[in-house]
């Protein structure tokens, strides 16, 4: 199983970037996927998941309102849509699938890096 995330880079304060995870190796139709980031010195944390079957997303507050998860199941690849940046979303982006009751089956791809700059 392989969870390959892209799109990260430097982008202004009050820009957008569009990061991606293409997901191989199983189908993920009983999977929740989603996102968490890491900003230097501080611990992991949670950004936003989707089930992958039933499309239902959820969203930290802190990024309620600005960034937006989906998915393309043709593609077997999830995106995060993320507007209105502001610094403190500087972080390592991860993608993570987990099988929804069996938090011990997760995969977890490697980080992006996004910079927001002012």
């Known amino acids: 199983v392989q969870l390959q995330a892209s799109g990260g880079g430097l982008v202004q304060a009050g820009g957008s970037l569009r990061l991606s995870c293409a997901a191989s190796?199983?189908?993920?139709?009983?999977?929740?996927m989603g996102w968490f980031r890491q900003a230097p010195g501080k611990e992991r944390e949670f950004v936003s998941t989707i089930i992958w079957r039933s499309g239902t997303t959820t969203y930290a507050d802190s990024v309620k309102g600005r960034f937006t998860i989906s998915r393309d199941s043709a593609k077997n690849t999830i995106y995060l849509q993320m507007n209105s940046l502001k610094l403190e979303d500087t972080a390592v982006y991860y993608c993570a699938a987990q099988r929804i009751g069996v938090p011990a089956d997760n995969y977890w791809g490697q980080g992006t890096l996004v910079t927001v700059s002012s």
């Open positions: 190796g199983r189908t993920f139709s009983s999977y929740a």
